[in-house]
Structure formats: C-alpha cells, structure tokens
C-alpha cells in the first residue's frame, strides 16, 4: 500500500480561523488529491494535483486552496473556516493514468464551531 | 460531466445470506474505469477492484463478484456467504483517461451495508 499519511487526525476549531491539513506520501505517486466526506454525498474532489506546483480545481473547490511544494507532500489551506466545512478530509495519491487505484490516508476529523 | 449512483442507501442481511450492491454509471467517454472501495467501521478506504471499460469479463475473487454490463451502465457488486466483517460502506467511483487528470474519481453516494449474525 501506498504510505499516505494525513495530519492532524482530528482538529476542533472556530469559524473564521485559518486551518491547514498536510498530506505526506512514500511512494513517489504523480497525483495527489483532497476529498471531502459528507453523509448523503459520498466523496466529492476539492482539488488535485498532477506535479509539483501543478494543481486544478475539482467539484467543491470553493473556499479552499491547495499546494505542492514538493512530491511527496500536499496542502489543503481553509483560509477562513465556516462550518459549511466541517467534514471528514481524505488525501490520496496514486500513479499515472486514469486506470491507477487512488490509495488513501486515513482522514482528517475536522469540526468548525 | 460524470455521474455515479448508488440507489441503496442502506442494506442489512442476516449473516450467510448472498447480497448484491448496486452502481450505475454515466458518462460520455468512451474509455473510462470502474472501481469498488470498502470503507469498514474505522473509516479507512480500501480498494476492491478496478475495472476497464473495454473488459466486461465478470470476476470473482472468494466470496466477491463483480458484474460489469456496458448494455445497463451498471458494475454491480455480490457478496456471497455474508459475514459480520464485511459490515461496511462501500462505494463505486468512475475515472477517465486524461493528460493530467491521473485517475481523479467520482463517487457515489455510498451504500451501508450490515450484516447481522
């Protein structure tokens, strides 16, 4: 398995603040994504990136932002938090082509009051 | 734009009965794959299967089968012989083949699966 992990696991904070998730993988993977979690919704893209520096939009962009400075590490930035986000966060990382099982960390807990 | 659905909700079975998980897919491309993930009680995803467009063989593996019909856009999912441990959500995701789009997915909605003893 591809060793993604995500951190922090859990984070409790208030509306308005700024909040940042890390994604760091092991295997070298191309391709990086940010997925939110909601019940009702499945998992729906925010972003993705195909390299370093290297990143597009996806279903749920809106009010987030992302970078990728290096391969192996991925940002997901909340530059003002509503509650709207309060979610489950999942990174995952997989190679190329569209036929690559996407391998994915074990979540971000993220609840803004 | 793609579209994944999984019209169960929630299922529950009693142990050992066989259960089939329903995914309907659309899309306007031609070459495009399917993959099943299983998210069990500690919430970690875990891939089951992926498959091409282009290969409708059906597969099995142990007590799962996949059923993939280009005909009904549909690649369902069979658990037979239930048990508690396959007790989970799954979900069907499509991706496409594109430059720079690696095999970023769409999901369905999700299906709660419960097996009873």
């Known amino acids: 398995d591809a060793g993604i992990t995500q951190s922090p696991r859990h984070k409790v904070t208030e509306t308005g603040t700024p909040v940042t998730l890390r994604c760091h993988q092991t295997?070298?993977?191309?391709?990086m994504y940010w997925y939110r979690q909601d019940p009702g919704h499945g998992l729906r893209l925010i972003h993705y990136s195909y390299g370093v520096k290297d990143t597009d939009k996806g279903e749920v962009s809106d009010g987030y932002s992302v970078s990728r400075s290096k391969t192996e590490d991925f940002l997901l930035t909340l530059e003002s938090a509503t509650s709207s986000q309060t979610s489950v966060y999942f990174c995952?990382?997989?190679?190329?082509?569209?036929?690559?099982?996407?391998?994915f960390g074990d979540g971000t807990r993220l609840s803004i009051l | 734009a793609q579209k994944v659905t999984q019209a169960q909700t929630e299922i529950s079975v009693v142990e050992k009965e066989d259960v089939t998980l329903d995914c309907v897919y659309e899309?306007?491309?031609?070459?495009?794959?399917l993959f099943w993930y299983k998210q069990p009680p500690s919430g970690e995803l875990v891939f089951l299967i992926r498959?091409?467009?282009?290969?409708?063989q059906n597969e099995i593996s142990g007590r799962y089968s996949w059923n993939f019909q280009k005909s009904t856009s549909s690649f369902n999912f069979t658990i037979t012989a239930s048990q508690v441990v396959d007790s989970a959500v799954y979900f069907c995701?499509?991706?496409?083949?594109?430059?720079?789009?690696?095999?970023?997915?769409?999901f369905g909605e999700g299906t709660q699966l419960t097996v009873n003893p």
């Open positions: 995701a499509l991706s496409l083949e594109g430059e720079t789009s690696g095999s970023r997915l769409t």
């Open positions: 899309t306007r491309d031609t070459t495009y794959y």
């Open positions: 295997e070298n993977h191309r391709y």
């Open positions: 995952a990382s997989s190679g190329e082509g569209g036929n690559q099982p996407q391998h």
């Open positions: 498959r091409n467009s282009f290969d409708e």
